[in-house]
């Protein structure tokens, strides 16, 4: 899917790297998935835990020494920019360079902690519904526009606007009324109810801080400028983004391992999105650091000298296939088990990711408060001749020449649209393993070629589509009101591309949103996690994984809450 997590992945390899040098085991791959016979084994990852608190950035261990000021590091992502303003974006390449740029008002320090950043201290009035934040002192913008509660009430109030065409960050305040401003460093914020992850939702880049001036200038002349430690230099399209480094910065979170301007001069993020170019890119040491290291790649990694490998599961949802459940067959919720229980997913995930991800068995992933282990009963598990069953119970009982289902004539397809700008993690792969497993069971999956324009505006606002993938990372169990409320449709901002309509879940995850008490929460949140699998709206594919490979020159990088790399206190060893 495009505006979630799932960032675009066109782009031109860095020079001097050839092209297609992975295309050779696609055919290998899709046999491994094929066969009978389970692939023995896992490699273990380090992995996220969601236990105790923890500080908002975690470092990277290195090599001992003194940090050193200076030098440019280069990361390589796959991925590319669809905007600039985090307001507008909603994909993990704008979160990921975007959170070097603004700062927020608060910072997550564990699962439902939060500590002090752009505002030092703040108040929650007893209804739950005013939050009154006083600001840091003497915090500058990148064009020297002073960080006031105006400037807070202008960034809160540009992601509400319609105009604004968010694509995800106004759903995150979707209860939002107003900001007032009390003083020049105290600003109140009014929501329409009382809303728990008001304030986790305050925390994460999309809705980070911007200079009002900016923001004042028309789109077309759109540039991001925050009071984070590094400053935005340019975008060459589908190339890279170029960020240097803030001298003034002060606006350090809590729980931040380095206080004061960052050590880097600069970072460049290069977008790459084949994985060989990209592995390649760090190892010949044109890169320091790079994103989605592949899965066949990673334990070569681990053991080659001058290199690491950071390995953290990723909370919120994980890689999911979602079933439009208003469209054709799908209506049919034994359609809809049926073809659960059509795809091996373990050894699906097995064969494709070599033991580094983990199939999913739920929406959300192991590593997000309130998920609920016991809910995987209620999902259709591999079962061939459960799948069969289903389909001859639901009407589908003859077959065609081809040997897919039919019935009144009509054969049972599904259209299932490839983004290749949103392609990364062999996720084309693996959904050729679906489609040859769904085959079997007599469904046919098409998988029609679309550009981004055509993705957004034919199917994920058309509704054009049977099946859409997507993961989304977010670290809170919030997220499933994004996936799952009936109101927040893509048209909407929203995550609900299954266009789930339930009043039993609605009221769910409102009233989790809403409540104080973490026990009425989590049971709401487990009874969703429930209802999602057992009406197959979701097909749980695998945990998606941050595995980061670093050149041993890279010292005191962290990550945050939402596994992002931090590269404030980051730093270039000899």
């Not at 500080?55 to 003194?66: I, K, N, Q, T």
Request: proline content about 7%.
């Amino acid at each position: 899917m495009t505006p979630s997590d799932d960032p675009a992945t066109r782009a031109t390899p860095i020079p001097g790297r050839r092209r297609g040098a992975l295309r050779s085991r696609r055919p290998v791959v899709l046999i491994a998935c094929l066969a009978t016979a389970a692939v023995a084994g896992a490699v273990a990852v380090s992995v996220m835990t969601g236990g105790a608190d923890r500080p908002v950035a975690r470092a990277v261990a290195g090599p001992s020494g003194a940090p050193v000021a200076g030098g440019t590091l280069t990361y390589a992502i796959a991925g590319t920019q669809v905007s600039l303003d985090p307001a507008v974006a909603a994909t993990a390449v704008t979160g990921l360079i975007d959170r070097n740029v603004f700062d927020s008002l608060v910072a997550q320090t564990g699962p439902d902690s939060f500590g002090p950043w752009l505002a030092k201290e703040w108040t929650v009035s007893k209804d739950g519904k005013v939050y009154t934040f006083t600001l840091r002192e003497g915090v500058t913008f990148h064009d020297g526009t002073p960080l006031t509660a105006a400037a807070v009430k202008a960034s809160l109030d540009h992601v509400v606007d319609p105009g604004t065409k968010s694509a995800y960050a106004a759903s995150l305040i979707a209860p939002y009324r107003r900001a007032r401003v009390v003083s020049d460093l105290v600003v109140e914020v009014t929501l329409s109810r009382p809303f728990t992850p008001f304030l986790q939702a305050l925390s994460v880049p999309y809705l980070g801080i911007q200079s009002p001036a900016a923001l004042a200038k028309p789109v077309s002349e759109y540039r991001p400028v925050g009071t984070g430690p590094f400053s935005y230099v340019s975008w060459e399209k589908d190339r890279r983004v170029t960020l240097r480094r803030n001298p003034g910065y002060t606006a350090t979170p809590a729980g931040a391992s380095h206080q004061g301007a960052a050590y880097l001069d600069g970072l460049v993020f290069e977008f790459v999105s084949e994985d060989a170019t990209r592995y390649g890119a760090l190892t010949s040491g044109q890169a320091q650091a790079i994103a989605g290291v592949p899965p066949v790649n990673a334990d070569r990694l681990k053991t080659l000298p001058g290199f690491t490998l950071n390995a953290q599961e990723t909370p919120g949802l994980n890689y999911n296939l979602y079933l439009n459940q208003t469209r054709g067959p799908l209506r049919d919720v034994r359609v809809r088990r049926a073809l659960s229980a059509s795809v091996n997913v373990d050894q699906l995930v097995r064969s494709v990711y070599f033991g580094h991800y983990r199939a999913a068995r739920n929406p959300l992933s192991a590593v997000t408060a309130a998920y609920d282990a016991g809910a995987e009963s209620e999902l259709a598990s591999y079962d061939p001749k459960e799948a069969a069953r289903l389909l001859d119970e639901a009407g589908w009982k003859e077959t065609d020449k081809d040997g897919y289902r039919v019935k009144d004539g009509e054969r049972l397809t599904l259209v299932w649209p490839f983004w290749a700008e949103g392609n990364k993690d062999q996720r084309d792969v693996l959904a050729e393993g679906v489609q040859a497993q769904a085959k079997l069971a007599g469904i046919e999956i098409r998988r029609p070629p679309v550009d981004t324009g055509a993705y957004v505006s034919e199917y994920l606002i058309g509704g054009g589509y049977d099946l859409i993938d997507v993961s989304f990372a977010r670290p809170t169990p919030d997220v499933l009101r994004f996936a799952f409320a009936s109101g927040n449709t893509y048209a909407k901002a929203g995550g609900n591309v299954a266009l789930v309509d339930s009043p039993e879940i609605d009221e769910r995850v409102e009233e989790a949103a809403e409540t104080s008490d973490p026990e009425t929460a989590r049971r709401d949140y487990a009874a969703v996690q429930k209802e999602v699998l057992r009406q197959a709206y979701v097909l749980p594919l695998y945990t998606p994984v941050q595995l980061v490979g670093l050149s041993g020159r890279v010292r005191g990088v962290a990550f945050d809450a939402q596994t992002y790399p931090v590269f404030h206190g980051a730093w270039l060893g000899a």
